[in-house]
């Protein structure tokens, strides 16, 4: 299970298998790029509903 973290200026905690780590993020429309440590990128796009599709594990949903 995976955790994000949104902050503004770009910030971004990813928490997994209770580690948070800090990374990057843009968004461009309805895209948001996100620079892995390994200098990789991870492409998502926000769905109608608000949820992240593209993540390696499948989407990504908002915690309610």
Do not use: C, H
Request: charged share 30%.
């Amino acid at each position: 299970m995976v955790t994000f973290t949104f902050e503004s200026g770009g910030k971004l905690y990813a928490k997994t298998m209770g580690v948070t780590q800090e990374l990057k993020y843009e968004v461009d429309g309805k895209k948001i790029k996100i620079a892995l440590p390994d200098g990789a990128n991870v492409l998502l796009t926000v769905a109608e509903d608000g949820s992240l599709d593209g993540w390696l594990s499948g989407k990504l949903t908002k915690k309610k």
